[in-house]
């Protein structure tokens, strides 16, 4: 089979020259080859602190001069687990849009991993990895990456998923009557029309990331104390020492940290994605990066970039015009992958069976009445999620709205917000109990602040996204035919972001549930503070390794999450299809 593969490779690239562009070196490349060369030594750090030896106790040294590497540790782990978001995000999004029969089974599936919290799984997780590489740090490592990269992926498949699904019926005419395939029409229809809402899910994303980070780096399992060096391992210990100094070093590390992530990154990114607005009259304002326009002016990036989309069009184009011989060709091989294949489906399903299995197994210890409580601290949980959903939405579309239609607006805030929603919450926990603590507020009510913190960025990023993307011809119509402010936003504003807006309230929904096991259980200066609900419970149970309780938590918790999404935000997801897709 090997062999069948290698002729087809060599007949599709062999024939092929790589196009030859003298390069112009400026300055620019000079400070670029710098910068690679610097980020290759970083990662042989990263390398050596992965394949070091594994230990049972890491002492993490809270000397501030250390904070660069530990930041630089945490920055590594969250770009890992975007890169495996974002392939997770352009597979599971695609598949779950283009095969009806597989949306039935995903979309639900994805609303269940969207409410699981980390600590539901962090334990199986954390423990199977860990004995897969007993002697180094690589298992930890990719537990806490893992950990991450289930902070960060919902929202952006839930953004993907829906933009494919309100994809405008006369771009889908259009590539009808040019009768594109399957990869023409999502390379120059479906990804660009996803782009802006995919983008500031992105930034979204790493800030959800970033949430957890002090679970994902420090976290307590039965009497095994797990840690790895990083910015949120830091902070924890700092929290747990009670060492405030140390407290304000970990934020300054990571205002750093976001403030270099927005101006390299996020910035450059928003900026390139301004070309996939849907004008007809021009786009009103072009956000700007002084990081881009450089990258624009090096010759080095230039003749890459040119030297990548040559294999990519020139593959592409041969593929899809020597279809029917290349089907041929592979024929061969076509046979065993499909053997390949239903053997996968079958080791899924047989391993899904045995897992159910264990589970009845683990949970004949419940008794009713702890159903009962698990079921009554279920509805709290719910209604602390809603509270806090609902809140965020109060000033979130109204400042979305403000910003996304703004030029003046957007170039001041766009920033800040993106640094502020960053910024992982759970470092901001401990001031605001004190401060819920003197004004004699319990965590019952003041969990609802702290699920806020996290949520409310959720609904702000899709309602920016949404604005954004409101064509400028459909804006200068409405002022041509002298709409009033209220019309505007009544008849034009509100409907344009509403596919927006809904996805909002999903993800932002998803992340309030998993912030519910920090947001209803703190600890400190070792006096524990608790909320009766699925969080709390969820958080002593993993810590007191009651695996049977925390089964029955997580269960109950997904149970309610899945009933709720079918019920209300499948109904509106229907009417954003059908009434508020812009055509």
Known sequence: ???????????????????????RFRWIDF???????????????????????WQQTVEIDLNPWLLPKYTFFSMVRGIIAYCLSLMFTLVYGYWAAKDKIAEKVLVPLLDI?????VLGFMPGLVLTLVGLFPHSNIGLELAAIIMIFTGQVWNMTFSFYHSLCTVPADMRQVA?????????????IEVPHAAIGLIWNSMMSMAGGWFFLMISEAFVLGHNDFRLPGVGSYMSVAVNHGNFPAMVYAIIAMIVMVVLLDLFLWRPVVAWSQKFKQEETGAQFITSSFFLNWLRKAGLLQYIGGLFDYFINTGTRYFFSKKKAYVEESRRIHFP??????????????????????????????????????SWYGCLTLLRVLSAVAIGTLWALPAGLMIGLSPKLSRIFQPVIQIVASFP??????????????????????????????TQWYILFNVIAGATSIPADLRESSRLFGMSRWQRLKNLYVPAVFPFLVTGWVTATGGAWNASIVAEYAIFRGQTLTAR?????????????????LTGAVLTMSAIVVIFNRV???SLYNIAEKRYAIE
Not at 40 to 52: A, D, I, K, P, Q
Not at 113 to 117: D, R
Not at 342 to 369: D, N
């Open 113 to 117: 991993l969207q409410s699981i919290p």
């Open 337 to 374: 992958f499909r053997i390949f294949v239903w053997m996968m489906y079958a080791a899924f399903i047989g391993l899904f069976g045995f897992g159910c299995w264990r589970l009845s197994h683990l949970l004949q210890v419940l008794s009713l009445s702890s159903w009962g409580h698990i």
């Open 533 to 549: 609900g699925l969080g709390a419970m969820i958080s002593q149970s993993a810590e007191k390794a009651d695996f049977a309780l």
């Open 176 to 188: 009808s009557i040019f009768q594109f395939n399957w990869w023409q029409t999502l390379n120059w």
């Open 31 to 53: 400070l670029l080859v710098l910068g690679i060369a610097g980020l290759f030594y970083g990662l042989v750090s990263v390398e050596r602190e992965w394949t070091g030896a």
């Open 568 to 570: 209300v935000w499948r």
């Open 425 to 454: 919450a759970p470092m901001l926990f401990t001031p605001i109990i004190i401060f819920l603590q003197i004004i004699s507020v319990g965590l019952g009510f003041g969990s609802i602040v702290l699920m806020l913190l996290g």
């Open 1 to 23: 089979m090997s062999n069948h593969v290698t002729k087809i490779f060599h007949k599709i690239w062999g024939g092929f020259a790589i196009p030859h562009k003298p390069i």
